[in-house]
């Protein structure tokens, strides 16, 4: 069969072909697919998952963006301190597109109720902690601003839990726990994204503010 040539575009050179086709994503499925450019006193929590996905991720499953209203820049998150105390009415004056729907975005085509949360936490990784996120409560699909309320709650409830322990050698810089006894704690945690690590399973960008 003889080569159609485009008379309207030049051929493309052989190195500059992609690796990719429509049948392979281009994103990496265990990557966060969003880079950040953040503070100094930022550190970010370098989780990874350590399952493979069955299947490809969806392209419909894009990141989930937290940001405040006035921040100076963009990417700066959101403490996850404030998203336990708040109001939900105060919360929809602080967050970014607070009230938009984001459950249908997240559920897919397959309609799925619920997803999972993975935290694998920097020397806690063997644990394997999951909590279930509610995508479609009994009022409607979840918000943004509900969904970041819904995964600082599990961190809150993760880090009172693994306080107790030990994390694994070579991350005694990432143990969890209060600021009085050198830890991590809760309210130095700032929510920046959730991203689709494969199938129904999610994880949370996290940076620590040490401020």
Not at 86 to 101: K, N, P, Q, T, W
Not at 119 to 135: A, R
Not at 174 to 198: K, Q, Y
Request: charged residues 15%; aromatic residues 10%.
């Amino acid at each position: 069969m003889s080569h159609y040539l485009n008379p309207l575009h030049a051929p493309v050179p052989s190195e500059l072909h992609s690796q990719y086709t429509a049948l392979c994503h281009a994103n990496p499925p265990l990557e966060p697919p969003f880079p950040t450019s953040l503070p100094p006193s930022f550190k970010r929590a370098p989780q990874t998952p350590k399952y493979l996905p069955s299947s490809p991720r969806s392209g419909s499953h894009v990141p989930i963006i937290f940001e405040l209203i006035g921040a100076p820049s963009r990417g700066l998150g959101i403490p996850m301190r404030e998203l336990v105390v708040r109001s939900g009415g105060a919360l929809e004056r602080m967050i970014v597109d607070a009230s938009e729907s984001v459950g249908y975005l997240m559920s897919g085509p397959r309609g799925i109720r619920t997803v999972s949360l993975r935290i694998m936490w920097p020397g806690y990784e063997h644990l394997d902690w999951s909590h279930t996120l509610e995508l479609f409560p009994s009022d409607g699909p979840v918000t943004r601003g509900e969904l970041a309320v819904q995964i600082a709650f599990a961190f809150s409830e993760y880090v009172s839990q693994m306080a107790a322990r030990t994390p694994s050698a070579g991350a005694a810089n990432w143990r969890l726990g209060s600021r009085s006894t050198g830890g991590i704690a809760f309210d130095r945690m700032v929510l920046i994204a959730l991203w689709n690590s494969c199938d129904d399973n999610w994880m949370a960008e996290v940076y620590v503010d040490s401020r």
